[in-house]
């Protein structure tokens, strides 16, 4: 028997640094929209937990596994699994996919064990896993504050973006680390605090984000940084924007036009195959 998940990426339409905790962790107040893209997983019951993946450094201390690991020890469960990732939402680009592979691979063993999702707790569950993973966990666009656990208004975007996702890799902790780093509680729903240290920690980033602004002079005030990075959005992009940032070839990024979601419904979204 296979069983078959899809899993949703995640933009920040902004993020600002409200204050350092004692932990370690940053306090954040930000929204998360849910877009459109979608990993895909199976699971076929085995003797271990083994994750294939075209990509090879996905197929080692890989979140799914982390999750069921973490489910196994907190409900005394003991599953274990052949699992297929496919691979759509850009890893490492601030799109969240690594928590929401996470968070449904935790919603998928819920609805398999009967085990009621409000038994789930959501601050160990961020703290354990990831930040964002309550998140998905919930699975509605929202406002989100402390390190990304407490989740506050349902609010979506429900319009068009276009998606900027270069093959740079970011070191979050370096990002939230950075000197450059500066609180902002003004909550300005405009700004990603953590664009600037980006910009300034990552060479190749700032060299990716420049040959964007040298196609055209107004995409500076347009581009946005989602998440920790290195994906970019554009909200309603006109047309003329959807040409210009093409790809054109040795272009090492890809484009995506995506529409935000307001909720995904999991629950009726999953299957079951015949293996």
């Known amino acids: 028997m296979m069983y078959n998940i899809k899993t949703p990426a995640k933009i920040n339409t902004f993020l600002n640094i409200d204050s350092v905790r004692e932990d370690g962790y940053h306090n954040i107040f930000s929204h998360m929209q849910l877009i459109d893209l979608f990993d895909e997983i199976s699971f076929v019951f085995s003797s271990s937990n083994a994750v294939f993946c075209e990509y090879s450094e996905l197929r080692e201390e890989n979140l799914i596994i982390k999750s069921i690991e973490y489910?196994?020890?907190?409900?005394?469960?003991?599953?274990?699994?052949?699992?297929?990732?496919?691979?759509?939402?850009?890893?490492?680009?601030?799109?969240?996919?690594?928590?929401?592979?996470?968070?449904?691979?935790?919603?998928?063993?819920?609805?398999?064990?009967?085990?009621?999702?409000?038994?789930?707790?959501?601050?160990?569950?961020?703290?354990?896993?990831?930040?964002?993973?309550?998140?998905?966990?919930?699975?509605k666009s929202c406002y989100v504050a402390g390190f990304g656990d407490s989740l506050q208004e349902a609010f979506s975007k429900n319009i068009e973006y276009l998606l900027i996702s270069p093959k740079v890799n970011v070191s979050t902790s370096q990002i939230f680390q950075s000197n450059y780093l500066k609180i902002d509680k003004?909550?300005?729903?405009?700004?990603?605090s953590l664009f600037e240290p980006l910009l300034k920690e990552n060479r190749e980033f700032k060299n990716f984000y420049e040959r964007l602004l040298n196609k055209s002079s107004n995409l500076q005030n347009r581009l946005k940084l989602s998440?920790?990075?290195?994906?970019?959005?554009?909200?309603?992009?006109?047309?003329?924007?959807?040409?210009?940032?093409?790809?054109?070839?040795?272009?090492?990024?890809?484009?995506?036009?995506?529409?935000?979601?307001?909720?995904?419904?999991?629950?009726?979204?999953?299957?079951?195959?015949?293996?």
């Open 186 to 192: 003004l909550h300005d729903h405009e700004k990603n």
């Open 71 to 139: 489910f196994n020890d907190t409900f005394s469960t003991n599953y274990n699994f052949q699992i297929n990732l496919k691979k759509n939402i850009p890893f490492g680009s601030g799109l969240g996919g690594g928590s929401s592979n996470a968070a449904y691979t935790i919603l998928f063993l819920c609805i398999l064990s009967g085990i009621s999702v409000e038994k789930l707790n959501a601050q160990e569950v961020g703290k354990e896993i990831g930040a964002d993973v309550p998140f998905f966990i919930n699975s």
């Open 227 to 275: 998440g920790s990075g290195s994906s970019l959005f554009i909200e309603s992009p006109t047309v003329e924007e959807k040409q210009i940032l093409q790809p054109k070839n040795g272009d090492n990024f890809r484009i995506f036009c995506l529409k935000g979601l307001e909720y995904y419904d999991f629950k009726t979204d999953w299957g079951v195959a015949k293996w």
